[in-house]
């Protein structure tokens, strides 16, 4: 059933009943007046009788997730640019991963991933806006992150070969905020060799070192 004829009094009692039959919140109903009784002369002393007829609001057809969004909202970009573009979104864990796949998608790729990154900062705040909700997500164009993962962490390796060498920190170029995670989370549990961020914002690099009970010389403890 989704609407009911009732009356009431007032106007008020007939909504009322009509929500209570309807097993739903006033704000989503739809109210038309049928019919109004009165009293006295010219109602003045009030409403005997308020007939109406109550109906559900149509719920709105609106289901899209923010995987869904985020997909068209990429699309859109892409098709703006005319570059040829699949997209595709799906869950990983807490973070919704995007990935595109283009045969120009250096385009969107940049130095060092900087576009990319542009685009996903982009993407977050369209998809916040839109879901009233800040997500986790990651933005990746033909596996780039994954080889620059790889790349990141060859070279960290050797940087943290060299520091045990000489047991002088060594710092590494400006890294965003995933490469940073990516190269703190590798040497978490290292028992000798230590890593922090340091700088700000796009500036930021990492240092890594020694532990401070730890000394290296030659290749040597």
């Known amino acids: 059933m989704d609407y009911v004829e009732v009356e009431g009094k007032t106007y008020e009692e007939a909504v009322k009943k009509a929500a209570i039959e309807l097993n739903a919140?006033?704000?989503?109903?739809?109210i038309e007046v049928k019919e109004i009784d009165t009293k006295g002369i010219l109602g003045i002393l009030g409403s005997k009788k308020v007939r109406i007829v109550a109906?559900?609001?149509?719920?709105?057809?609106?289901?899209?997730?923010?995987?869904?969004?985020?997909?068209?909202?990429?699309r859109r970009i892409t098709q703006m640019l005319g570059?040829?573009?699949e997209v595709k979104a799906k869950k990983v864990g807490d973070r919704i991963v995007f990935t595109l796949s283009s045969k120009e998608g250096n385009i969107f790729i940049?130095?060092?991933?900087?576009v990319m990154d542009a685009l996903q900062f982009i993407l977050r705040l369209a998809i916040a806006k839109k879901f009233k909700?800040?997500?986790?997500?990651?933005?990746?164009?033909n596996g780039y992150r994954e080889k620059r993962k790889?790349?990141?962490?060859?070279?960290?390796?050797?940087?943290?070969q060299r520091v045990k060498r000489t047991g002088r920190p060594i710092k590494t170029e400006p890294l965003n905020a995933y490469e940073r995670r990516?190269?703190?989370t590798y040497f978490k549990n290292d028992k000798v060799i230590q890593?922090?961020?340091e700088g700000d914002g796009p500036t930021k690099r990492v240092v890594i070192s020694l532990k401070k009970d730890r000394k290296y010389e030659n290749g040597k403890r």
Not at 25 to 30: G, H, P
Not at 110 to 114: D, L, M, S, W
């Open 25 to 30: 919140k006033e704000e989503d109903l739809e």
């Open 55 to 74: 109906r559900l609001k149509e719920k709105s057809q609106e289901t899209e997730s923010p995987e869904e969004y985020g997909v068209t909202f990429l």
């Open 83 to 85: 570059v040829p573009s």
């Open 110 to 114: 940049g130095k060092n991933g900087e």
């Open 133 to 141: 909700h800040g997500f986790k997500l990651l933005f990746d164009i």
């Open 150 to 160: 790889k790349a990141l962490l060859d070279l960290a390796k050797k940087l943290a």
């Open 182 to 184: 990516t190269i703190h």
């Open 195 to 197: 890593t922090k961020s």
